[in-house]
């Protein structure tokens, strides 16, 4: 079957270092539950991430990132802003659908 429309919107923003945080990523239009959804940061790091897939509502599906405070301070060592990066692989050809969004980490003064 083929997936003629696939969107994946993703959802982060501004977080403080000493918060723990969840990041979003909407997977629109499909047709079935979507399992290994990828995420990975442009971010220096070990990429060791708490990821759910998340359950299938209708044609949507959303996936979350969770961020600990620790895992938010060390990104914010590398730099104020971090891009994070949510893939799916659909159809036969198991094409690449991918959103990005930046996260900016606020340490406290």
Known sequence: KQWYQRRVAITAGNVYSMDSHKISCVLS?????????EWVTDSNTANVYSAEDGTIAGTSQTSSLSLSSTQLTNLKRNGDITTFTCTILVGDQKTAVSATQALTVFAPS
Do not use: F
């Open 29 to 37: 239009d499909i047709p079935s539950q979507v399992s290994g959804v």
